[in-house]
Every structure is written in C-alpha cells, then in structure tokens.
C-alpha cells in the first residue's frame, strides 16, 4: 500500500529529449508538490498544485510543467532535458486541516533518479 | 522570505551515544518546524514536528525544542542506533495551506556500532 507512488524510479535520457514523471498519492490529500534534491542534497521546491492554485517556484525554467489530471496525480513534464536537470526528483503530498487550511507535514514518495546524458 | 540554517552538515557518533542537531530560522512569522529523515535511496519522512505553542516535544528516543525569541529549534536523539543513520532535514514554515516550508540543508547522522 504505497502512500505517494512514483515511477520510474531510475530515468537515463539524452539531452535535448521530452520526458514524464508520473506520481500518484492514495492518501486523499488535496495539494500535491514536485522537489528538486541536487547532489548536495538540498531540497528544492519547484512546484505546489492543489485544486485552486498553482505555485510555482519563478526559478523553475518554464521547460519544466506540472499535469494533474486528478487529485490524486500530479506528474512532472520536462522538455528538452540538459544535463544540469540530472538530479533526483521528489513528489509529495499534503492535507489541509478541516477549517483553518493549515498543513502539517508532507509525505514524499521514493523518488526519481533522472540522469541527463 | 526564510532562511533555514541547519548545522552540522556531518555527525559521527558511536552506537548508545546522543546526537543533536541544530537549525535556526529568520522569519518570526513561522510557526511550524517539522523533522524529516532520509535514508538511502528513499523519500525523506516525517519523524517529529513541533508548533510555535509548545517549546518541547518528545516521541520515544527523539525529541525537539524550540526557542521562538531565539529563533532556534533542535532535534534530540538518545541512545543512537545504527539504524539511525540517515540524512535529517530540518524546515520551518507557516502552518497556512499556501506556505511552502524552507528546508534546512541537510544533517548526515553516521552512528558506528
């Protein structure tokens, strides 16, 4: 019973190349999120998405989009892949508490390793 | 915006001992400070958090203060395992659904057994 599923989990692409990750989150959450962890890493949020509101960090190139066909998806599209992409990406979710729309922590999915060639 | 130091960057302890680590934050409008651990090859997770309210909390061998005039917040672990080892992030944030937490860079915790 995977929380937050993502696939593939290992990703080797040529640069210049189009490519998706998909994740899924069983949990019921509202607001799904996409990190971006450097080799040193640092965890760096690229982009919030819930049924109302798109957050976008503006230091994400625009190469880079989110697609939630549902609630309970939200997958990452990147086009024309370069080799500074290479890092492992983080999918995520989270609840807003009933009333005050507060979050309280995130639940993350395994990752993918994205290797740009 | 925040700004979140976490220090150290590495920690070595021996199997039994304790370990602690450190983060400070800038923005004294933040009220929630999670902890997340990251073992190899997986997602971080949530271990403890922590809200404004409360200076203390403890969860078996883990537990976390904070200072809110200071501006720091810590993590504990007693009796270290060599389970324990892993990479810990600490963040701190506004509970509101449309903040987004500032991660600390990150705490590799070694314990030699």
């Known amino acids: 019973d995977t929380a937050v599923s993502q696939t593939p989990k290992y990703l080797v692409t040529q640069m210049g190349n189009d490519k998706s990750i998909k994740c899924e989150q069983n949990l019921g959450h509202d607001t799904m999120y996409w990190y971006k962890q450097d080799s040193k890493k640092f965890l760096k949020i690229m982009f919030s998405y819930n049924n109302k509101e798109l957050i976008i960090n503006e230091t994400v190139p625009n190469r880079f989009s989110p697609k939630s066909p549902d609630k309970a998806h939200l997958n990452l599209h990147i086009n024309s892949l370069e080799l500074g992409d290479s890092a492992v990406y983080f999918c995520?979710?989270?609840?807003?508490?009933?009333?005050?729309?507060?979050?309280?922590?995130?639940?993350f999915g395994s990752g993918t390793r994205l290797t740009v060639v | 915006g925040e700004n979140v130091e976490q220090h150290p960057s590495t920690l070595s302890v021996q199997e039994g001992d304790s370990a602690v680590i450190k983060c400070t934050y800038s923005d004294s409008a933040s009220n929630y400070f999670p902890w997340y651990k990251q073992e190899l090859g997986k997602g971080p997770q949530l271990i403890i958090d922590?809200?404004?309210?409360?200076g203390e909390k403890k969860d078996q061998r883990i537990a976390v203060t904070l200072n809110k005039t200071a501006k720091h917040f810590s993590l504990h672990i007693t009796e270290t395992q060599p389970e324990d080892s892993a990479v810990y992030f600490c963040a701190a944030t506004q509970s509101g659904g449309s903040y987004i937490p500032t991660f600390g860079r990150g705490t590799s915790l070694i314990v030699h057994p």
């Open positions: 922590i809200r404004s309210n409360v």
């Open positions: 995520a979710s989270s609840l807003r508490q009933p009333g005050t729309g507060d979050v309280y922590g995130y639940t």
